[in-house]
Each structure stands twice: as C-alpha cells, then as structure tokens.
C-alpha cells in the first residue's frame, strides 16, 4: 500500500512538474511571437499607420486591438515548439532515462500533456468567441473612426433578395442601410404549399425591432391572392408587422467575411438560408464557418504533434525534434491551405476542409508513436 502511495505521489508531482514547466516556456515563446506578430502587422499594413490621421496614440490603440489575432495565430506553434523544447530537454538532461528508469512508461509522462491541449483547445474556443470576434468589428470600427469614414457602408447592400424556404416567402429589398438597420423599397411575397402566390406585401420601408426581433414595415400595401376566385383584395396601412417575417438584419449585410464576425446562430441561419439559394456561396461560408469553429483545436494537434517526434533521436535530439516537429507543422498547414480551397470550390463536404489535415496530420503522429516502446 505504502508503495502504491508513493507511486501515485511521485506520478503527481512528476506531472505538476510537466505541466508547470510546458506553461512557462509556452507563455515566453507565446508572448515573443505575438510581438513578432505585431511587428508583423505594422510592417505589413505600414502604410496605414503613417497616415496623416495617425498619430502615435492611435497606431497604440490599433496594434492593442490587433493582440487576439496574433494570439490566435501563433498559440498553435508556440505549444508545438514549447513542447519539443520540454520532452527534448528531459531527454538531453537524462530526466528522461530517470523517469523511465522509475516504471514510469513515456506514454504515461505525456498523458497530463495531452489532456492539457484539449483543455486549452475548448479555452480558446472561448476566447475566439468572446475576444478574438470582438477584436476584429472593433478594430474595423475604430480604424474607420479614424478616416472619418462611415463604418456602415461595407454593412450596405441593395437589389436583395432572400428566400426563406422554411416560412414559404421571398424578400425583395432595393436596399439594406446597417447603421440604421432598415429596408428600403420592401416587397414580401408569400407562398401557398402548392407553390401559388398567397399574398404580396409592399412597404416603403422596414425596420428592425431588435427588443421583439421582428421587423416594423411603414407605408405598407396588402395584396391577398384568392386563387379559387381568381381575385385579388388590397388593404393599406401606414404600420404592419409580419410575425413571420424575422430574418436578423446580418442576413441583409454585403458580408465578404462577416461570417467570421456572426454571432454563431446567426451564422448557422445564414448558411442554411444561402445553401437554398447558391451552392457556390454556401460551400465558402460553410467551409469559412468550419474554420472558425475547428481552428481552436489547432493547439491540440500541435501538442500530439510534438510528443510523437520526440526521444527518436539519439544525438542532437533538441535540433532533430525541433527539425521534425517543425516539418510536421509545415504539412499540417500546407494540407490544411489545399483541403480549404478545395473545400471552398465545393469538391469535398465544407466540413472536411478542416477535418483532412487533422486526420492526416494524426495519423503521421500514430504511426511515429507506434516507435516507442516505452
């Protein structure tokens, strides 16, 4: 009994020994990649940052804003590389062979690991939802602010139109203004289960409730069709609400990558709304879509990617895990841009678009993992 308590202890401590020290070097390597992104950012968009409505405040305020993207971006190899740093060093530092030496089997040491990369991988599911989404209307907004530029216009759109084959309408607007969340030149058709037309509504103009969620339509006709009688009754109001009618404005938007900055729900209304009107435009939203939901997961495979490479190599095993985990991130993003474009072109299902490289990506770290006996 005793020497089973004193297994379990030392397993412990062996595994607050990894995980704290794996953090340490990943926060280090984490930060000193988000800086390099930022100087990234500020070289890439330089033009931008010495205009004359720039000054120094305000290029502060942007590069902040820019801080959840470069974490984003740069968490997956920072853990890859802070990972082959940690299981090499133990290696090289022959904590490994002692660790082993003690019956404590590899597969057991990385095990904590692993469990952490999921856990951190939910974590920044979280913090692309509530920060990283954020971010990007935000730093749109106030870059626009700064050029005294309407922010709404890219929001815009005219000659809509929408179908909504769950409700049986169609929607036809001459024009959908963001700022102010309102249809111009509104016409609303209604569509009997046979197909026939039910009813044709007119408004001059329509705008969104967002307390009710429902559209306000003023300056509204009513055309009822009755298609037994072949007759058409009309009714004017100057207000009407159509319970029926409560598409959210963002399906209204002229969004070339608003899908990224969407609500989830929405987003998955919208995507389920394009997919009846234009294969094209759904199979890139969807695969836009599957992007931003898996992309946090990116962080797992590095992990799995890392401790599968390591204790391969017996000289230079820092250069050599580093090399190899390095060639294996490579492959995963190389496959990953190839899997989405094609996902986008509609050749595979959108989901694929990130499953493929995962799948790939793991089954080159299985059959590595395969080596190791211990």
Known sequence: MKNKRSNKFRIKILDRYSLTSLLKIASVTLVLCTFMMLLVELFANFSTYTEPYMNFQRAVVLLALRIPYAISFTIGPAFLFATTFFISSLYSNNELISILSAGIPYRRLIKPICIMAFVISVLMFAFNELVYVPSIVKYKTTLDSYKNYDASY??????????????????????????KEELTGVELIYKNQDGSVGQCITARQAVWNNTDKQWNLKKVKIYSVNNDEFSVLTDEKDEYVVSQFTTEPSFFKNI???????????????????????????????????????????????????????????????????????????????????????????????????????????????????????
């Open 256 to 374: 070339r990558s608003d899908i990224q900055t969407m609500s989830i729900p929405s987003a998955v209304s919208y995507i389920r709304a394009i997919k009846t009107l234009s294969m094209i435009r759904y199979s890139e939203l969807a695969t836009d879509f599957y992007e931003r939901i898996l992309s946090c997961f990116t962080v797992f495979v590095m992990i799995i990617v890392s401790v599968s490479v390591n204790i391969k190599y017996k000289k230079n095993v820092l250069l050599f895990s580093i090399i190899s985990s390095v060639s294996l991130g490579v492959i995963y993003y190389v496959v990953q841009l190839v899997t989405l474009l094609i996902a986008k072109q509609g050749m595979i299902a959108p989901i694929f678009g990130m499953l493929i490289p995962f799948m790939v990506i793991i089954l080159i770290a299985l059959i590595s993992s395969s080596r190791i006996k211990s």
């Open 154 to 179: 890219e929001g815009d759109n005219t000659n809509i139109f929408y179908s909504d084959s769950d409700n049986n309408f169609i929607v036809k607007a001459d024009k959908y203004t963001d700022i």
